[in-house]
């Protein structure tokens, strides 16, 4: 089967995102000024401006913010059905983050969601999103 | 920021004097270059100019024709003032925008616009973005998107169809006015790409579903050919071939909490179902002194029909989370209150990426256009609602 498309790890905002993620920890980014999360990282923090940011560690729980059920096939490393799902971090509700689950899953809004470590190869892992 | 009041002195300033098109199809068998050459030819013809005329180009930034390529290949032996607006779909409004502070800035007295693309036989629009074997690492942010098969277009806009469901309830059918009502505009629009074709709510309901909820029929075309129009002194154009049409305000923002990338990242924005166009509603309106009330007719970006939903309550057409009732109610067809995309859209028209909606919104407003809306006097044109959005109002000369 044709390979994933891997995640880059060596952009300077988001690289950590994914390293972390190699050892099995979730992380994103915290503002030490306004205390909320920012996502996309950046090392300004994109609700107050300030710069006094840092990476957290998050707890893997989260909410279903949305999702959507794919049934059209454009690459054949992603064999259809499958559903994107879109995670709000519980102590950071301003991170929303992606993951994919294999098949036509049934989800509710505002469920409680688990990150769970896909190991995709050539050293990649990506944190991945089921219902808790 | 300016103040709205400052920009009075700025209304009506400035006329779309020409209009040009190629046909639209599904392969034009030639490239994008001639196809741009042959768009804005076109205008320049319609406007009653010459190539001599053009002293301004302006190019949308994902166009594949450069204003180099362009200027080259027609010859244009006057210009002095280039410009280039992004992103893609969400900027042709900004780009004629461009032009007309060009213009009032003195930096040029007529303007080409224009934007031509191999849509389908080329670059197919609908297609996986980027599918390399490496996501990420120049500002795209794509390593946290098509990594986990966040692929295309139609998933992006699905996640905020299924979040406007989850909010208001919005139905299979209420997505489907949208479409359903473009294409009977473009049924009687005879270069539409999907005239002949006519759909019933039952065909679209049957059509086979892309990504929930989103089916074949919430998504645009995908389309070969080149649109361009020509900006100019509003006193100048009274001078040229055909009526001007007023430019009477133009504006542009960006989406609250942002960030780099294109449409993938904006369902992690502060508020994915009011993106930058709630922003610009609010700079257009108080630039134009007019509001949602008193426009006519609209061409509203339909890169897709959750893309209408969104702007319909954007630019205060019906309550927050009440587009869908609001197009169910045949609201946007041409009898009803808000008769929008009359000749088809990106949905059955023909997508030229949204220059196509200022081509048609000029064509209104000379009382030229096949779904001709009567008395007709103002004309909201929308771009693309993801990321640094666009709109205009165009008026009627006097």
Not at chain 1, 78 to 101: F, K, M, N, Q
Not at chain 2, 190 to 214: C, E, F, N, W
Not at chain 2, 362 to 367: A, D, M, N
Request: net charge negative; aromatic share 6%.
């Amino acid at each position: 089967m044709t390979q994933k498309i891997l995640p880059v790890d060596f952009d300077r905002d988001t690289g950590p995102f994914f390293t972390a993620a190699r050892d099995h920890r979730l992380v994103y980014r915290h503002c030490r000024d306004c205390g909320r999360g920012i996502h996309i990282p950046s090392q300004t923090c994109k609700h107050c401006g300030s710069l006094e940011t840092e990476w957290r560690e998050a707890s893997g729980r989260g909410q279903l913010f949305s999702w959507t059920v794919t049934r059209n096939p454009t690459h054949p490393a992603y064999p259809v059905p499958y559903t994107i799902v879109v995670v709000s971090l519980e102590e950071a509700p301003d991170v929303r983050l992606i993951g994919r689950i294999d098949g036509a899953a049934e989800l509710e809004a505002g469920q409680p969601m688990q990150v769970w470590f896909d190991d995709v190869g050539e050293g990649v892992v990506l944190p991945q999103w089921r219902p808790a | 920021m300016s103040a709205a009041s400052d920009y009075a002195q700025y209304r009506n300033r400035c006329a779309i004097a020409g209009i040009g098109r190629t046909e639209f199809s599904k392969d034009s068998g030639r490239s994008e270059l001639t196809l741009a050459c042959e768009a804005a030819r076109s205008a320049i013809a319609d406007a009653g100019l010459s190539l001599a005329d053009i002293d301004g180009v302006v190019r949308c930034d994902m166009d594949h024709v450069t204003q180099g390529a362009l200027i080259g290949a027609l010859g244009l032996a006057n210009v002095g003032f280039v410009g280039e607006v992004g992103i893609g779909g969400s900027a042709p409004s900004a780009m004629v925008g461009m032009a007309v502070a060009a213009i009032l800035s003195g930096q040029a007295d007529t303007v080409l616009v224009y934007r031509a693309l191999n849509g389908r036989s080329e670059s197919r629009f609908g297609a996986a973005i980027a599918p390399r074997s490496h996501a990420g690492g120049q500002g795209n942010y794509d390593e946290f998107f098509t990594p986990f098969g966040l692929l295309t277009a139609p998933q992006s806009f699905a996640l905020l169809a299924q979040r406007h469901v989850v909010e208001y309830g919005t139905t299979a059918e209420q997505f489907g006015a949208v479409a359903v009502t473009c294409r009977e505009h473009a049924n009687r629009t005879p270069h539409a790409q999907m005239h002949g074709k006519p759909m019933t709510m039952d065909d679209y309901l049957a059509s086979r579903v892309i990504s929930t909820p989103l089916r074949l029929f919430d998504c645009c075309l995908e389309t070969d050919g080149a649109a361009a129009v020509i900006v100019t002194s509003a006193e100048r154009a009274r001078d040229l071939a055909r009526p001007p049409v007023l430019i009477r305000a133009t504006a542009q923002a960006p989406a609250s909490g942002m960030s780099g990338g294109m449409m993938f990242p904006s369902i992690t924005w502060n508020d994915p179902l009011r993106l930058s166009p709630g922003k610009v509603a609010e700079l257009l309106w108080a630039r134009a002194g007019i509001g949602p009330e008193d426009i006519d007719v609209a061409q509203i970006y339909d890169c897709f029909t959750i893309s209408v939903l969104l702007q319909l309550e954007d630019y205060g057409f019906c309550p927050r989370g009440e587009s869908g009732p609001f197009a169910a109610s045949g609201a946007l067809r041409a009898d009803g209150a808000l008769p929008m995309n009359t000749d088809g859209g990106n949905m059955s028209g023909g997508y030229i990426h949204g220059l196509n909606h200022v081509v048609e919104g000029v064509r209104q407003l000379r009382g030229t256009a096949d779904v001709q809306i009567d008395g007709a006097n103002t004309c909201l044109v929308t771009s693309g609602p993801i990321g640094i959005s666009s709109a205009m109002v165009l008026e009627k000369a006097a």
